[in-house]
């Protein structure tokens, strides 16, 4: 995949477009680094991720201490670390812009339930890896370039946002 390096906020979006999970890392109290599944909301990356949270969690009571996050996302070839900082925001209008079926599971009073919650975190630095051609071609030139001797191609590249 070639990427606009001019544009770092389209070049993120478009690894992000079609990705539905990413892996949010907060820092707890004692300094521990916790790492958690979330569902990335359906929207077109401005630079801001969002997420549903519950009001009391510990992962907002994580970002209230420290609002430094880190949300990783990967698919087979592609994976991009976004670094940022995150804020819980309660708009109820944002909510159920937002709010999908697949967040039922976790909060199945809807989105103007008072335990309902947005996470938000904006974007402020993001490295990725994107090696050619997705997973199968990524496996062939692994072992292409294990039997040459040689370095595997791809894309690794930090952007600031």
Request: no cysteine; net charge negative.
């Amino acid at each position: 995949m070639t990427h606009d390096s001019t544009d770092p906020v389209r070049t993120v979006a478009g690894m992000l477009k079609d990705e539905r999970l990413g892996v949010l890392t907060t820092v707890a109290p004692d300094g521990t680094l916790v790492a958690r599944p979330m569902a990335l909301q359906e929207v077109e990356f401005d630079g801001d991720l969002w997420f549903f949270a519950e009001r009391g969690s510990r992962k907002l009571a994580h970002v209230a201490a420290d609002p430094r996050v880190n949300v990783t996302v990967g698919s087979g070839a592609t994976w991009v670390s976004v670094a940022g900082v995150a804020e819980a925001v309660d708009d109820p209008a944002k909510k159920r812009e937002l709010w999908g079926a697949g967040v039922e599971a976790w909060l199945p009073d809807g989105p103007d339930s008072p335990q309902a919650v947005l996470l938000r975190v904006r974007a402020e630095s993001a490295e990725y890896w994107d090696a050619p051609g997705g997973r199968v071609a990524t496996l062939l030139s692994f072992v292409k370039a294990k039997v040459k001797g040689e370095r595997l191609e791809g894309e690794n590249e930090r952007v600031e946002l």
